[in-house]
């Protein structure tokens, strides 16, 4: 299940939300923390949701920059800390938001080498479509 948290906060029942989902047997995916203001300013609450057992999705414009370097920052951190697990292309059009994840693929694996690269883009994506377990399961550094 995708989960989108507003720009203009998170709830304090967040953990218990999470639970709840989990419980029901749905994993949350926590879409673009990268770009949540809540979240930039809270980047430790990323990685509690990770413990309690969502994944993360960060778009690929964030990641080349296009969303600006605080959300670039972000993306650095939480790759730097394997509390990554999917990019996504968030596109919407085919003009200024495009279905393109080969930049991205080709920065991440800068950053985190060219198979994690490989899993967020391919791997990871396609086990959550077939409903399997992640290739790459990321290990959480704090």
């Known amino acids: 299940?995708?989960?989108?948290?507003?720009?203009?906060?998170?709830?304090?029942?967040?953990?218990q939300d999470v639970f709840t989902i989990s419980s029901s047997g749905m994993v949350p995916i926590i879409t673009h923390p990268e770009r949540n203001q809540p979240l930039l300013k809270n980047p430790d609450l990323v990685l509690k949701l990770v413990e309690q057992g969502c994944l993360v999705q960060i778009t690929a414009n964030a990641v080349t920059g296009a969303w600006g370097s605080r959300s670039r920052k972000m993306v650095e951190w939480l790759l730097k800390r394997e509390a990554v697990h999917v990019i996504a292309s968030d596109a919407h059009d085919p003009v200024r938001r495009k279905p393109v994840l080969s930049e991205a693929r080709d920065a991440v694996a800068?950053?985190?080498?060219?198979?994690?690269?490989?899993?967020?883009?391919?791997?990871?994506?396609?086990a959550i479509v077939e409903g399997k377990h992640l290739p790459y399961q990321p290990l959480l550094y704090r």
Not at 1 to 15: H, K, N, R, T
Not at 110 to 126: F, K, R, W
């Open 1 to 15: 299940m995708l989960i989108e948290f507003s720009d203009y906060g998170i709830p304090p029942s967040v953990m």
């Open 110 to 126: 800068e950053i985190a080498g060219a198979e994690v690269a490989e899993a967020l883009v391919t791997y990871n994506p396609e």
